[in-house]
């Protein structure tokens, strides 16, 4: 029989607050890399998109995995404390910039999709502007400290079962054949597809290193949510939709429904439910870790800087969109190659380390 | 916790309902039909079949013209008495001039993206006047004219005399499948619906198939398992139809199995003139370049890209080969 005391229940808290944290980074992870199978890799490589996807998952998790190798040696639970061991006090700075960075330009990027699917997805009256300051509204109202990681923790079964209804209602459309000619309409347009995909998914995964570990599964089985939603997506799209049909041109919104565009109304409402809650979430969620970094505290600071931030993301609604899509994607590409050296270097600092230990020791 | 939990799949249970209320019945032109005709001069004409909301069971025909589709449908939306949605459309009817002369994809396109649009509205070609057609477009059973379009049009599908097509099916072929549509037609005593017009690749209508050859490609398909067919010398209810059309280097084969469950023909003599139709159905599609049977879509699995496949003479040579065609006969015991 278990017991219950003022101990316990603490600890349990902590535990809950952990998952809850998790579930709100798998959410992030989930949505940066989902959008970009949408809008980049399907695009580009039409029907060989369903393996091009989870090969564009390779490199993030390649630095996923070393980094994860790296904590694990210096006994890190976060990245930040895994660069404080082995850089100092600048690394973490450093690392802390590069994700916060990261962060700024995927909630911007999130808002501009919000924004887009209530204009051009779902058809609502308003323009972009005003449904930016609509969601700013919303923002500032949800950005409590806890309240929005308990919230993505708790409808994370209502966003599985949504997800299950589209995959579901994909099965009587799905044609085996479509999957094929395996190079799709060319190995060009595959290995561009491959090469963005990779540059722009490689910085999603990197967020779940900045959380504790909770004690249930390891650092392996964060990634698999993220893995999961892309690979699925990107299968369900090819199964249903010919190659040039997925690679037609299309405007922000409706390339972002590109898998439910040929399903009924109601499966259709219910993608753009899902993608409009999981962006909106996500926004707030990425406003508030960039709040928390920037001023390095949870408390009332963290708070008023992440409603500040949360403003600046819909402040950019207010440049012209196609601008500000290509602009934040560049920054991402080149904050994950920014990231890639710096996981390198930190690789190398570790085995450094490691090294001198053994000499020590010896 | 468990209270919250609840509460969340009320509020999602109550979301599903929330769309109803945003768009009340009479404040909006629900088409159950939309129609598109092109007269001598190039004039397009589009119709649709809207209820008037006066009596039980009475619907209106607006029609407007345009230099193109697209103006076409944006003057039949400014006609329309109320808010015109696309929403419970049931049939997009082309005229055999639409279907014939200029390609149908563009069109459908047009239609697809329009953010309103009932993606599971059927696809139909007509060859008789759109507005004396849409005039006829009544229940013809119960009061609302999209259940009894939806009785009917089921009913036929599952005979096998009308092929399945909607817009969405429609807008996700490629080159690896051609286009077919049923065929509607005015009656004194309102409309009918049998056979189908059959596309080329370039999504033009090039023919029309008959009832019994629909079936026959209904069985084909797989669309159709089991049901009573039409042969030259009578009916067979066939029981079972198993397998289908398959394309090897040099020709296409169609190895069959029919169990007869009651037949008023010799075994013999159902062998010979089902394989005969099919032959004739066969060389019927050819000529018409309809690849109706998807037949090109099995040979994209032994290329590496689309270009190679093109290059190899894909999908045009599924329309060049030869037919091998086999059948055995299962008579009842």
Same mark, same amino acid.
């Given at each position: 029989m278990t017991t219950h005391n003022a101990q316990t229940r603490a600890a349990d808290r902590l535990l809950g607050e952990k998952m809850c944290r998790r579930s709100m980074l798998q959410l992030l992870a989930c949505v940066g890399a989902a959008r970009t199978t949408l809008t980049v890799v399907l695009p580009l490589a039409g029907s060989a998109g369903w393996w091009a996807v989870p090969a564009s998952l390779l490199p993030g998790a390649a630095v996923y995995a070393i980094l994860a190798l790296t904590m694990r040696s210096q006994k890190a639970e976060t990245l930040t404390a895994c660069a404080r061991k082995l850089l100092g006090r600048t690394g973490e700075a450093a690392v802390r910039w590069l994700m916060t960075a990261f962060v700024l330009a995927e909630g911007v990027l999130n808002v501009t999709a919000l924004v887009s699917l209530f204009t051009d997805g779902i058809g609502t009256e308003g323009t972009h502007r005003t449904l930016a300051l609509l969601t700013l509204a919303a923002l500032l109202f949800c950005l409590d400290r806890d309240g929005l990681p308990r919230a993505v923790y708790l409808l994370r079964w209502i966003t599985r079962g949504m997800l299950a209804i589209i995959a579901v209602s994909s099965l009587s459309l799905a044609s085996a054949d479509r999957l094929f000619p395996i190079l799709g309409s060319g190995a060009d347009n595959v290995w561009t597809a491959i090469w963005r995909g990779a540059v722009m998914m490689g910085l999603p995964p990197l967020l779940l290193l900045t959380s504790e570990p909770t004690g249930r599964g390891n650092r392996a089985t964060d990634l698999l949510p993220m893995v999961g939603v892309c690979a699925g997506i990107a299968l369900v799209t090819a199964l249903i939709m010919p190659g040039q049909m997925m690679q037609a041109r299309r405007a922000l919104a409706p390339s972002l429904l590109t898998p439910v565009m040929a399903h009924s109304s109601v499966v259709r409402l219910i993608a753009a439910s899902l993608m409009m809650m999981t962006l909106f979430l996500s926004a707030s969620g990425e406003a508030q870790l960039a709040g928390h970094w920037l001023t390095n505290a949870g408390n009332s600071a963290g708070k008023w800087s992440a409603r500040v931030i949360g403003g600046l993301f819909c402040a950019a609604?207010?440049?012209d969109t196609g601008r500000i899509w290509s602009v934040f994607s560049k920054t991402n590409q080149i904050l994950f190659l920014a990231v890639l050296a710096a996981s390198i270097f930190l690789g190398l600092a570790a085995l450094i380390s490691y090294g001198r230990r053994k000499r020590c020791g010896a | 916790m468990r209270c919250i939990r609840y509460m969340l799949c009320l509020a999602l249970a109550l979301l599903c309902c929330a769309s109803c209320e945003a768009l009340p019945g009479e404040e909006h032109?629900?088409?159950?039909a939309l129609g598109v005709d092109i007269d001598d001069a190039g004039q397009w004409l589009v119709c649709a079949r809207i209820p008037s909301y006066q009596d039980e069971g009475s619907y209106q025909t607006i029609s407007a013209q345009g230099d193109t589709p697209a103006t076409a449908l944006t003057h039949l939306d400014a006609r329309s008495p109320m808010q015109l949605h696309l929403g419970q459309l049931r049939l997009l009817i082309f005229s055999e001039k639409v279907a014939q002369e200029s390609e149908v994809a563009p069109l459908m396109r047009l239609l697809a993206e329009r953010a309103d649009m009932r993606q599971q509205a059927l696809i139909a070609v007509t060859q008789d006047g759109l507005t004396a057609l849409f005039d006829q477009?009544?229940? /013809?059973?119960?009061? /609302?004219l999209s259940k009894s379009l939806d009785v009917l049009m089921e009913s036929r599908q599952t005979q096998g005399v009308i092929p399945r097509m909607t817009l969405g099916t429609a807008m996700r072929m490629d080159d690896r499948q051609a286009l077919i549509a049923p065929m509607i037609f005015s009656r004194d005593e309102g409309f009918d619906v049998r056979g189908a017009a059959v596309f080329d690749a370039e999504m033009r209508c090039t023919g029309t198939l008959t009832e019994a050859e629909t079936q026959l490609l209904a069985l084909l398909s797989g669309q159709m398992k089991k049901g009573a067919i039409s042969l030259a010398s009578g009916t067979v209810d066939i029981q079972a139809f198993r397998g289908s059309p398959r394309v090897t280097s040099d020709s296409i084969v169609c190895d069959v199995c029919v169990n007869v469950a009651r037949a008023e023909l010799p075994a013999d003599t159902i062998r010979d003139e089902l394989a005969e139709a099919i032959l004739n159905l066969a060389g019927k599609l050819q000529a018409a370049g309809c690849d109706a049977l998807g037949l090109a879509r099995q040979t994209v699995y032994s290329y590496p890209d689309v270009t190679a496949w093109h290059d190899a003479g894909w999908p045009s040579r599924a329309l060049a080969l030869p037919w091998r065609v086999k059948v055995t006969v299962q008579m009842p015991a």
């Open positions: 609604q207010f440049v | 032109a629900f088409a159950v477009l009544q229940p /013809r059973t119960g009061t /609302r």
